[in-house]
């Protein structure tokens, strides 16, 4: 067995840091705690973990802004926390850059199986990738699989893990519509094949770093009700 990797909890709770702590060190993970947005961005910068489960209800600078600020120099797995339940609360974070989004309260077994699901995911290499040309190339964009490298208009653009892997499952099956819950679960996983808002975030953020105009798309397509399609401009 290979090491566990190591997890910054980010909570300003100390009965949930005992529980989470207790329960994630039961399992083999190294657990790294802070109780504010200073301390967790000091302990990125030095211990740079392997994920990062982040509360949002924090003193002066909440999880919202430290995921932003942590978005901007990595692409370190995020896992939001929150005890809000609205569908604003979600789409934001996930806008923001979080990779998974836990309501409080939450059994432990949930918490590790979201944790699995999304290292699995961001790990590193991908059986899809094997099967596709070394590099793919329409318009603007070229996707060289092999160095995982992005460039736009002949600039490199940074994608996080999962952004990557949503792009490469779009180009590889480029000038085909992609089912909602297809991509979902190549992306996510099976677990996720119904969390819809995911997969709209994140096709929000490639737009965003892709597109001309993310507002009028000519590469990644919609196809409303049913998923979502790669084609070329021309």
């Not at 949930?16 to 702590?21: A, D, F, M």
């Not at 967790?40 to 209800?57: H, S, Y």
């Not at 309501?103 to 918490?111: H, I, R």
């Not at 990738?129 to 329409?138: D, I, N, R």
């Amino acid at each position: 067995m290979g090491k566990k990797p190591s997890i910054l909890l980010v909570d300003d709770d100390p009965q949930l840091i005992r529980l989470v702590r207790a329960n994630l060190e039961s399992v083999g993970y190294r657990v790294l705690v802070a109780m504010d947005a200073h301390s967790a961005l000091k302990l990125v910068e030095m211990e740079t973990p392997d994920m990062i489960i982040l509360d949002i209800m924090l003193p002066e600078i909440d999880g919202y802004e430290l995921c932003q600020h942590i978005r901007e120099f990595s692409s370190i797995p995020i896992i939001m926390l929150t005890a809000k339940v609205e569908d604003n609360d979600k789409v934001r974070g996930l806008k923001l850059g979080a990779d998974d989004y836990l309501t409080k309260p939450f059994s432990v077994q949930e918490l590790l199986a979201r944790i699995e699901a999304v290292l699995r995911r961001t790990g590193s290499g991908s059986s899809e990738e094997a099967k596709v040309p070394p590099t793919f190339t329409c318009g603007d964009i070229c996707v060289d699989f092999a160095q995982r490298r992005v460039t736009v208009r002949g600039q490199e653009v940074a994608l996080t893990l999962t952004e990557y892997k949503l792009l490469c499952q779009l180009v590889s099956n480029a000038g085909r519509v992609m089912l909602h819950r297809e991509l979902l679960t190549r992306v996510w996983g099976a677990e996720y094949q119904d969390e819809l808002e995911y997969l709209r975030a994140y096709i929000r953020h490639l737009r965003q770093k892709i597109e001309e105009n993310p507002h009028q798309p000519k590469y990644i397509l919609s196809k409303p009700g049913i998923g979502y399609m790669f084609v070329s401009p021309t």
